[in-house]
């Protein structure tokens, strides 16, 4: 059963032994930096400063990491034209672009890029696992933390079955036409939602079968929040902060 790419970069990332307390600090602050601060330079400083821990000390692949960009990126870039266009009906139809609401959606794309790489960071450096078991410190509520995980857990089976599925219907010239190939995507979607709901059941009863109450007892080993780690962060965080009150009294 092969897993997911973000995932196995998580698990293969030069980060992995890191502490999940520095690398929360290092993702929230950028995150929290980029809705703080004026959009520019900050989103552009901190979108260079991500991708380069990323490919750089993370030792994140360059293929896993455009990959992972690709779909919330061309999100934004749709998301951006919608903000940036404006619709007139009356008294006739027109499609305007101002300067201002131009201005405004490079402002929301610049923020959304720099605020989703952030994101990325701890995505592609973290484990799932490591993930679960820091909202468990947190106090999280238990039966948040069980539904999240066991969503995790079932995301693997119904990719490999889809995988299954699919390779079968390609086999038998499931999409040899326009027509075949919309059957064969609600077949698809058919045996998925069965198998997922069928899954979903037997794992219910082997859980209560083995007094399941609230919550998943397993070990938990974390790895230490390394000092230099954390100092590294805040002095990163403090330039950003400077680089912008800089660039900005300069403008």
């Not at 690398?23 to 929230?28: D, R």
Request: charged residues 15%; contains cysteine; aromatic residues 4%.
């Amino acid at each position: 059963m092969k897993g997911l790419a973000i995932d196995d970069a998580a698990w293969s990332s030069r980060w992995r032994d890191h502490g999940l307390g520095g690398k929360a600090f290092l993702s929230v602050g950028l995150l929290a930096l980029t809705l703080v601060l004026p959009v520019w330079p900050t989103s552009l400083t901190v979108a260079i400063a991500v991708t380069c821990l990323i490919l750089g000390p993370a030792g994140t692949d360059v293929r896993v990491f455009r990959r992972a960009c690709t779909a919330p990126l061309g999100f934004i870039v749709l998301s951006s034209i919608a903000v940036a266009v404006t619709v007139h009906v009356d008294p006739s139809l027109s499609i305007q672009v101002s300067e201002t609401s131009l201005l405004r959606a490079l402002e929301v794309a610049g923020r959304a890029a720099a605020g989703t790489l952030a994101v990325l960071l701890l995505s592609l450096t973290t484990p799932m696992t490591d993930l679960m078991s820091g909202l468990r410190r947190a106090r999280v509520p238990a039966g948040c933390v069980e539904v999240a995980s066991l969503m995790y857990r079932m995301l693997f089976v119904l990719l490999d079955t889809t995988r299954t599925v699919r390779r079968s219907q390609v086999a038998r010239l499931g999409n040899v036409s326009v027509k075949q190939t919309i059957k064969s995507s609600a077949d698809l979607m058919a045996v998925i939602l069965i198998r997922s709901w069928d899954q979903a059941r037997r794992l219910e009863q082997g859980l209560a079968g083995r007094g399941y109450t609230n919550q998943l007892t397993t070990l938990d080993d974390p790895p230490p929040t390394k000092r230099v780690f954390v100092a590294a962060t805040a002095g990163l965080l403090l330039v950003i902060v400077t680089l912008t009150a800089t660039v900005r009294s300069a403008v």
